[in-house]
């Protein structure tokens, strides 16, 4: 059983992304699609997940964005950038949480 829960604990972390995209693209509101990558900042920075993987969608969304406006459609590559540049910042505010807990994790064991 336990085995089958952390498998379902790995694949949370992609849902949670599909979620964000799946907010950004379904949702008028700007504020709630904000308030959803906000709590998945959260949930990546309490759990502990890797947020490169933020910064690499972000990667992924860019790329669909190119070809989006190489394929003409410029109102839905400016969006897909748009979403793009908020994984980008709640991976890079990841990443400096990640940093600065480490970075205390590793004065604790030097004062030890």
């Known amino acids: 059983m336990w085995r089958g829960l952390r498998s379902l604990e790995y694949f949370v972390r992609f849902v949670l992304i599909v979620v964000c995209v799946a907010a950004a693209r379904f949702l008028e ?5 904000f308030y ?3 709590a998945t900042l959260v ?8 947020c490169r993987l933020l910064v690499g969608s972000f990667m992924v969304l860019l790329v669909f964005a ?3 406006l190489a394929s003409g459609n410029e109102f839905l590559a400016n969006k897909v950038a748009v979403w793009a540049y908020y994984f980008l910042v ?4 990841g990443l400096v949480v990640e940093y600065v807990r480490e970075s205390r994790r590793g ?3 030097e004062a030890e």
């Open 29 to 33: 509101s700007d504020l709630v699609v």
């Open 36 to 38: 959803v990558f906000l």
């Open 43 to 50: 949930v990546y920075v309490v759990r502990g997940y890797d």
């Open 66 to 68: 190119a070809v989006f």
């Open 90 to 93: 709640i991976g890079v505010v």
């Open 107 to 109: 004065q604790v064991r």
